[in-house]
């Protein structure tokens, strides 16, 4: 097998760069084995780890015609590679780097980077073998199968994996072309009133300073909530939570994208035209703000995003269980207590005495008294025993005042009294 590469070196590794097709990569590529781990225990272990990842590699080659990859880092030893170079002269620019790599075919080959990558190439060439012609750009190594030469293919083994870096999440809502979330979330944040100039922020985590009076939510707040509205319009189609996930990597057809950012774009327009404070703070000129939406003595329950998510997930179940309309669900609960230094969320989810959110606090139990502050008979005995439980452990109180504890909640005084911080 001759393919012309091009050499290079960095640090103590001299490799070559080049393109083998997905057939050459079956044909000759093979699995880590002992050759890289030493024991047949650790090979194994490798490959269940690759076997149990593949599938979405898979589909990813079958479905994407918009399909590529990354650079597979092959180790190679045995055998007898033999490299010529070529001198290449263009006008004042020589180089020697450039060649042909011929393997005799006895040479054992293995992925250092891409061992899932490789697994999924052969997977699907066996279910379509019209792949076998494309390529995928490689760099070989050398490697040997000494001590020491699997000790240094281990160590780049595990710089390669271990320590690259995972894509964020603002990187997949800023660039992913196939996750229809993010191209939505996109759409939104570009187009929508309730997301416009600074009334949304870019930044790292979910979280927005108390500081910050301007802005409704975060980025990845808003991606976070039109990923509920997603998963619930897949519910309402009987789809999968596994089969709405692996949606999520192909983009679907420009009608199913522009139907699911009409049905976004409603659901904030129902929300701003609903809910009071909402309705209210997108009327106020964004210069003229002041910080009774949020600031380090509270605010506003729906400019958290903590509080925000959990919102919209129980205006959802709010739907359901009252078989209401989201319009009147969104109504029902906009009319719930929204600032957060008063009951029932002093000392629940807003710590008084330390200024800020209580990072301990359940979501699930969030939205399960937000649902009951809108309708107290919609929650099932478990759930409601779940949150006077909830409730009670948060607030140090003891059997007795069970009976009496959403009285307690209602109650501002009263709630001045229980505070107890971990």
């Not at 097709?21 to 050759?35: C, D, L, M, Q």
């Not at 999924?120 to 001590?147: F, Y």
């Not at 030469?149 to 320590?163: A, D, I, P, V, Y």
């Not at 969104?330 to 008063?342: A, L």
Request: hydrophobic share 40%; glycine share 4%; aromatic share 8%.
């Amino acid at each position: 097998m001759k393919f012309a590469a091009i050499k290079g070196q960095m640090g103590i590794w001299r490799y070559y760069v080049s393109a083998l097709s997905f057939g050459e990569i079956a044909k000759y590529v093979s699995p880590i084995t002992k050759e890289i781990s030493n024991s047949d225990s650790y090979s194994n272990l490798l490959q269940r780890a690759i076997t149990n990842n593949v599938s979405s590699i898979t589909d990813y080659l079958l479905l994407q015609p918009e399909r590529m990859f990354n650079a597979l880092v092959l180790a190679v030893y045995d055998g007898n590679p033999e490299w010529s170079e070529l001198d290449v002269e263009v006008e004042d620019y020589r180089t020697f780097s450039v060649g042909v790599l011929e393997l005799t075919g006895d040479e054992i080959i293995f992925p250092v980077d891409g061992q899932h990558r490789v697994a999924g190439i052969k997977d699907a060439l066996k279910k379509d073998s019209s792949l076998a012609n494309e390529k995928v750009p490689i760099i070989l190594i050398g490697h040997q199968n000494t001590l020491e030469g699997k000790r240094r293919t281990r160590r780049l083994f595990s710089t390669l994996n271990r320590r690259a870096k995972r894509v964020n999440e603002n990187e997949i809502i800023a660039l992913d072309e196939d996750d229809l979330v993010a191209i939505t979330t996109r759409e939104i944040a570009e187009n929508h009133k309730l997301f416009s100039g600074e009334r949304l922020v870019d930044c790292a985590t979910k979280n927005i300073p108390s500081t910050n009076n301007i802005a409704f939510t975060s980025i990845l707040t808003l991606y976070e909530i039109t990923k509920i509205i997603y998963t619930e319009k897949c519910l309402e189609k009987g789809i999968s939570k596994a089969k709405q996930e692996k949606a999520l990597l192909y983009r679907p057809s420009d009608d199913v994208v522009e139907e699911f950012i009409l049905e976004v774009n409603k659901f904030w327009d129902t929300f701003m035209t609903n809910i009071p404070s909402i309705k209210e703070y997108i009327s106020i000129d964004i210069q003229n703000l002041d910080h009774k939406y949020r600031s380090v003595e509270g605010g506003n329950l729906l400019f958290r995003p903590i509080a925000l998510s959990q919102f919209v997930l129980a205006i959802f179940e709010c739907k359901k269980r009252m078989q209401i309309t989201i319009e009147e669900a969104i109504t029902r609960i906009g009319k719930i207590p929204m600032e957060i230094s008063k009951s029932p969320w002093k000392n629940l989810l807003w710590l008084e005495e330390r200024g800020n959110i209580n990072g301990r606090v359940k979501k699930k139990d969030l939205k399960l008294l937000m649902m009951f502050l809108v309708d107290e008979t919609i929650l099932s005995e478990k759930e409601t025993e779940e949150l006077v439980q909830y409730i009670m452990g948060v607030r140090d109180l003891d059997a007795t005042e069970y009976d009496s504890i959403f009285c307690l909640l209602y109650t501002s005084d009263a709630a001045d009294d229980l505070t107890r911080v971990d």
